[in-house]
């Protein structure tokens, strides 16, 4: 069972092992804003590229885009952001504190008591104008969701990708909202990414796919090493729904503050492309050739969050064990998330092991993303690689200068195998592939 872990353990860790900061530190941080450290930049891109082979380079039927943040403010009229994005918003008479008006319980501010304004609606979307000139200048709005540079690109990509339906595309970038309530650390923020994909199916198949996508989507956290018993579906009830959607189901994960939203699956039925049709005057609709008909495909949305996926993953992976009496923080994370795939680290730093282990190292990091570390005792580094979740360590000993042959220390299972320098590459390919990691290695049993 994972260690029951609480917020604060994660914010220190990543504070600590350089995978989140504070955004802003020095000057007092900025309330909701956080930035990805040296380690945090890794995983956050593993997260996107492990999202991306699934989603994009493992199919044929999806294909993907890059659309910029600022479009055209028709856009947010015709998608209905521009009247409907909001949320209910009250205020506290006494210490004026703002909250959703949904999200409280009883009639009292929560931090006060005091009383609370009547509800207003609140829109979310982050307002900054275009232009050189302020007073010409047009209102913009900073995208609360990357799925409308995709609706508006469908005709483009249709005509230029010669695909037939059902199609999807699929796109990863920032999105902007003005939450009125953020907090827990990187679970709800006013900068986030989102991973969204947009699948275009015919109308009357969009229940069916809606039912695959969830399924798809569920399975991808639990190959990804998410504890089945930490994730649950949960449909949204029909006054929850948002303005555009039919149906949804959220993905949740037992995060520590409970059972939260980790990605919504929408059937947004043919809502967006209908009304980017009627507000661009532009025909955005499906020829089948095949069948000789016409029609406006409807739309099944998988829209997750990768800094909320990160937040699951390293909750999911994180654990404190006790090995030969001492404790060990570990973050069990799957190997294609690791930030660092493999270790180089010394006995110690001693000049005659030096040079091997440099050279060691120079054949790893074309092929894996390596660090090397030859300060304090072998132990702290063990240490800290496990805090960061480095599947795979390589200690270099006086042995080695002898027979040249290293070391390699697994995170999980703290086995440890001796390999040849030469077999070290496909040795550790071989393991980061999932292959059983014992004590007969690849290179030991190849010939037999
Ligand atoms: N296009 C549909 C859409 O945006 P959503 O349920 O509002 O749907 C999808 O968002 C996912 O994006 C959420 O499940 C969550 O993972 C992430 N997300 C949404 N708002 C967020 C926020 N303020 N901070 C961090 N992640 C957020």
């Known amino acids: 069972m994972p260690a029951k872990v609480d917020m604060d353990k994660i914010v220190s860790l990543c504070k600590r092992r350089g995978l989140i900061f504070p955004s802003s ?4 941080g900025l309330a909701s804003c956080w930035d990805y450290g040296p380690m945090g930049v890794e995983l956050k891109r593993n997260v996107r590229d492990a999202w991306w082979k699934s989603i994009v380079h493992e199919r044929d039927d999806v294909v993907g885009l890059d659309t910029s943040i600022m479009m055209h403010p028709g856009v947010w009229a015709a998608s209905g952001h521009i009247d409907s994005f909001t949320d209910p918003l009250v205020e506290c008479k006494s210490c004026h504190l703002r909250w959703r008006a949904d999200a409280i319980e009883g009639q009292g501010c929560p931090k006060c008591g005091g009383e609370l304004t009547e509800p207003r609606m609140f829109n979310l979307m982050f307002k900054t104008s275009m232009g050189p000139v302020e007073e010409e200048a047009s209102t913009i709005y900073l995208r609360p969701e990357t ?52 699948y275009f199916v015919k109308p009357g198949t969009d229940e069916e796919w809606l039912d695959y996508w969830v399924k798809e989507r569920f399975d991808w956290y639990v190959k ?140 790893l990091c074309p092929n894996f993303v390596t660090d090397y570390d030859d300060s304090q005792s072998i132990g702290r580094r063990y240490r800290r690689q496990d805090e960061i979740g480095t599947p795979f360590c390589v200690t270099i000993d006086f042995e080695s200068l002898e027979d040249k042959q290293v070391t390699i220390r697994e995170r999980d299972s703290l086995a440890q195998i001796r390999v040849p320098t030469g077999e070290l590459n496909k040795v550790i390919e071989a393991k980061l592939k999932g292959e059983a990691f014992d004590v007969s290695p690849l290179w030991a049993t190849r010939d037999k």
């Open 25 to 28: 530190e020095i000057y007092g």
């Open 147 to 198: 799925a409308q540079g995709i609706f508006v690109n469908f005709d483009n990509v249709i005509t230029t990708s010669r695909k037939k339906l059902p199609l999807g595309i699929a796109q990863i970038g920032k999105s902007f909202r003005n939450e009125i309530t953020t907090g827990n650390f990187i679970f709800r923020t006013r900068e986030f990414e989102h991973m969204e994909l947009e």
């Open 224 to 363: 990804l090493g998410v504890r089945k018993e930490n994730l649950r579906l949960r449909q949204h009830g029909k006054d929850e729904l948002a303005h555009y959607a039919r149906d949804c189901h959220d993905i949740e994960y037992l995060f520590p503050m409970g059972w939260s939203e980790l990605e919504g699956i929408a059937n947004r039925g043919d809502f967006d492309l209908v009304q980017h049709a009627k507000h661009s005057g532009k025909e955005l609709g499906y020829y089948d050739a095949e069948a000789g008909e016409k029609y406006v495909p409807y739309v099944i949305e998988p829209s997750a969050g990768v800094d909320r996926s990160v937040l699951a993953f390293l909750i999911d992976a994180y654990d404190e064990e006790e090995v030969e009496g001492e404790k060990r923080t570990v973050l069990h994370l799957h190997r294609s998330l690791a930030p660092i795939k493999v270790a180089v680290l010394p006995l110690s730093r001693n000049e005659k092991l030096t040079p091997l282990a440099k050279e060691v190292f120079n054949k």
